[in-house]
Structures are given as structure tokens and as C-alpha cells.
């Protein structure tokens, strides 16, 4: 689990050379491609190896997400919903994250290589 942390500390040093060269759309295109890259990589991973690869590729993508995703809804947001939008963009990403164990638990019991 905190190969993906690695890879979001390591997205966010990259994020502030990107972020100002490419700009936010354009940062928060490559990390959903990043997202959809290791997904796909996590659900293929034939070893626990690749399977921390894939979340730290992820985790990398995490990083450029979280530098750009506000930056952007401050810059393209009306003011007056400024700040709701931020907030549910952080309720959606904690959300997702209890989405994500929960469906873990409830599919990994009893199950030999849960790991995946």
C-alpha cells in the first residue's frame, strides 16, 4: 500500500516543473492517464512485484492530481462556488478511498491472493 505514497511524493516534485510548463488541464490529462495506465497494469500484474510498480506508477499520478485539481477549480470555478467545489473534490477523492476498501474487504474474504 505505500508504494502508491512513494509515487504521490514523487508526482508531487515532478508537479511543480509540470504544472507551470504544461499547464493544469494539461497536468490533470496526463494523470488520469497515469490512473488508467496502472489501473489496468494493477489488474494485469501477474507478481506482487509488478503489482507495487502499478501503485507507485499510480501514486505518481495521485501527486499530479492533487497539485493541479484545485489550482484549476480556482482558476476556472466561478467565486462564488469556489470553494464548494474544492470541497466536494476532497469528499469525492475520501469517498473513493473508502469505496475502494470496502469493495477490497467485501471481495477478498476468504480468497487466496488477495493481494491483487
Known sequence: MSSSLVGALVGSAIAFVIGD????????VGAGCLYATAAASMAAAPSL?????????YGVGIGLAMHAAPAYIAEAAPASVRGVLVSLKEAAIVGGILAGFVSGVVWSVDTEGAWR
Open 21 to 28: 510548463a504544461v499547464g493544469r488541464k494539461a497536468e490533470l
Open 49 to 57: 512485484p509488478l503489482l507495487i510498480a502499478a501503485r507507485a506508477l
